[in-house]
């Protein structure tokens, strides 16, 4: 392939033609097509530090592993360091048995190899394995405006969303590609007119609903599409606190992994939304009203896939996406008090709270407060919960999460938070009582 | 009776099988999980959120799909699941296709070597007129027969 729809500079031309060699040459091709696929007329220079999704070395992803090489075999290197998911596994603060353990290895055998590649290719640093590395702490936050080529969808939707970046929801393995030339095609949410939402979403409920909740009503209703979210700075204000980014992140999370939403707008809340207000919105844009009735509904649609309804968890997971460090603070002070208001010590179950390594590192560091942790049978890890399930070992176990995410690719059932911070402490909980 | 729609042939070719068919969008992920980890041959379908597919074998069948959802890995998992031989023969876009199936099917093409044809633009009838199970033709052009 030497001609294209696009309007190629002289040297992106080059590249294409072969000049630099095949391996780059298949590379432009790839994010060529990839844009022609969109009506993308040009390509443009990514502006930061790139994120990628592919933080595991599963033995299947062969074909991935093969791109990789060929790409250090020929010498490149990302244009900008780069970040990337969670690692799948990290036994001191999540342990397994020794079947699961083997059958881990059988599952990731090609973590150490793949870790390597990474490295090779750009990978900022031994912390950068986290889906919230736009975290301050992290330090891969993208201006607003900045031009990416970024994957991992909850990452995507809060680059777009509240910091006011450009990227598009890109694939593993495109990503990638765009990071080594340093182009990404111009389509979609790079556009003024990708922005535009084509949803309007009218919250209605009678108090602050569920963000894990909200944002899967959203994500099921609108897939793909862009919405305009009305009526949530009632509860959240207007200021982008770390509480409320907490709040944005889940419901974000939450619409991309069960719709394809990659950008959303919060009236008087998220940057866009506040310079242009309800001019985002497109002509002809639909309604969708989500009262406490609606998040009952969304809700009572979850399949549950425990084989015992009954059964007392073998594990919480919360942190899907990373807890941010007001999050991870919070829930040690709020399954401590609630330990306390039913006279224990420890909760019922081991509870795994996920973090992005700088901020995990920030408490684990602290003998005081690893101390009182252990005691609590809490503990503060790195890993990818979904990873984690990945294993079909630890997929037949009972594993709750407050997370929409992992509900979406697991069999972990879902809480809202006031129940399973109750299931921790007491190993049961009185459902149907709280969506929001 | 057969109908016939036309589309954007994106990785054109021309093929004919079975037809399984989601009115809802396809989580790559969700769906080819189970069968990656266990290292399948088949592909049957493991996201409990389709009720169009859950369960059923995917390897194979021209899919017909409003688009893809879910992770951001979709193109990843659809470059092994072709690196496997358990790819779909075709996929079906009734909508414009998204970024993530149509980065995972150019990476097949390109790196892997290995084709699924692409149709898009199928339009919004196209999945109410077609049902799991018909025989599906596909022409290079993006001319697409269901009967």
Redesign the interface.
């Given at each position: 392939m030497t001609d294209s729809k696009m309007n190629l500079t002289p040297e992106e031309q080059a590249i294409l033609d072969g000049k630099q060699g095949s391996v780059l040459a298949?590379a432009m091709?790839?994010v060529v097509?990839?844009g022609e696929?969109?009506g993308a007329g040009k390509l443009v220079d990514i502006v930061g530090d790139q994120h990628m999704?592919?933080s595991f070395g599963?033995n299947?992803?062969?074909?991935?592993f093969?791109?990789m090489d060929?790409l250090i075999h020929a010498g490149l290197k990302t244009r900008h360091p780069f970040t990337v998911d969670p690692r799948p596994i990290e036994y001191e603060a999540v342990n397994v048995n020794p079947l699961q353990k083997l059958v881990n290895k059988l599952?990731f055998g090609k973590q150490a190899d793949y870790e390597k590649q990474l490295k090779a290719l750009g990978l900022r640093n031994g912390n950068a394995f986290t889906c919230t590395c736009y975290l301050p702490e992290v330090g891969n936050t993208p201006k607003k405006g900045a031009m990416l080529a970024w994957?991992?969808?909850s990452a995507?939707v809060f680059a777009n969303s509240v910091l006011g970046a450009r990227t598009?929801?890109?694939?593993?393995?495109?990503?990638i590609l765009c990071a080594i030339l340093g182009k990404a095609p111009f389509f979609?949410f790079l556009t003024d007119e990708g922005r535009q939402a084509t949803w309007k979403i009218e919250i209605k409920t009678s108090k602050r609903p569920n963000a894990q909740l909200l944002g899967s009503a959203i994500g099921l209703k609108v897939?793909?599409a862009v919405p305009y979210i009305t009526g949530l700075d009632r509860f959240l204000g207007k200021e982008l606190t770390p509480e409320v980014e907490a709040f944005l992140k889940d419901m974000g999370a939450a619409t991309a992994?069960n719709?394809?939403v990659g950008l959303y707008h919060v009236e008087n809340v998220t940057p866009e939304a506040k310079e242009s207000g309800d001019r985002l919105l497109a002509k002809g844009y639909r309604t969708y009203a989500i009262d406490d009735a609606e998040l009952e509904r969304v809700r009572a649609s979850y399949?549950v896939?425990w084989s015992n309804l009954n059964a007392v968890p073998r594990r919480a997971f919360i942190g899907c996406p990373h807890l941010n460090h007001y999050q991870l603070q919070n829930w040690i002070e709020r399954i401590s008090g609630v330990l306390k208001e039913h006279g224990l010590t420890r909760t019922k179950m081991p509870v795994a709270l996920s973090t992005a390594p700088d901020i995990a590192d920030l408490f684990r560091n602290d003998p005081a407060i690893r101390a009182k942790l252990t005691a609590m049978n809490i503990s503060i890890t790195t890993i990818c919960p979904l990873m984690y399930m990945?294993n079909?070992l630890c997929a037949r176990e009972p594993i709750a999460t407050n997370s929409n995410k992992l509900r979406?690719?697991s069999t972990a059932r879902f809480f809202l938070d006031d129940e399973i911070v109750e299931l921790m402490c007491t190993g049961s909980v009185r459902q149907g009582e709280k969506t929001a | 009776m057969s109908r016939t729609f036309k589309g954007r042939p994106l990785l054109a070719g021309a093929c004919q099988g079975e037809a399984l068919v989601t009115h809802g969008g396809l989580n790559t992920l969700a769906s080819y999980e189970r069968a990656l980890v266990l290292h399948s041959k088949n592909a049957v379908c493991s996201d409990q959120n389709n009720p169009d597919l859950y369960k059923k074998d995917m390897a194979g069948k021209i899919i017909c799909l409003p688009q893809t959802i879910g992770s951001t890995t979709g193109g990843l998992v659809l470059m092994t699941v072709c690196s496997v031989g358990s790819q779909p023969k075709a996929l079906l876009f009734a909508n414009h296709i998204d970024s993530l199936a149509a980065a995972g099917v150019i990476l097949s093409d390109i790196w892997v070597g290995r084709r699924i044809v692409v149709v898009d633009q199928l339009g919004p009838d196209f999945l109410s007129a077609v049902e799991s199970g018909q025989t599906i033709s596909i022409a290079e052009d993006g001319t697409v027969t269901a009967s």
């Open positions: 298949k091709k790839s097509l990839y696929a969109f999704v592919t599963a299947t992803i062969k074909p991935y093969s791109m060929e599952v994957s991992e969808s995507v598009n929801r890109n694939s593993s393995g495109i990503d979609g897939m793909e992994s719709g394809a399949p896939l990945n079909p979406t690719y | -």
